[in-house]
């Protein structure tokens, strides 16, 4: 019973840890995109 339980929180910690770091890659990952769009977009008009 004990060891399941620890288990469980073990799985659940792990999971809301990929998530977050999920979140921080995507959000990272658009920041960027939308710097290097505003980069190109600012070249090809001058």
């Known amino acids: 019973m004990r ?3 620890t288990k469980y929180f ?3 910690f792990v999971y809301a ?3 977050i ?3 921080v890659a995507s959000t990272c990952i658009t ?3 939308d710097k ?3 980069k190109i977009s600012s ?3 001058t």
Request: glycine residues 0%.
């Open 10 to 12: 073990l799985i659940k």
């Open 3 to 5: 060891t399941s339980h």
């Open 36 to 38: 290097l769009q505003h």
């Open 21 to 23: 770091m999920h979140l």
């Open 43 to 45: 070249h090809l008009k």
């Open 31 to 33: 920041k960027a995109a």
């Open 17 to 19: 840890e990929s998530n």
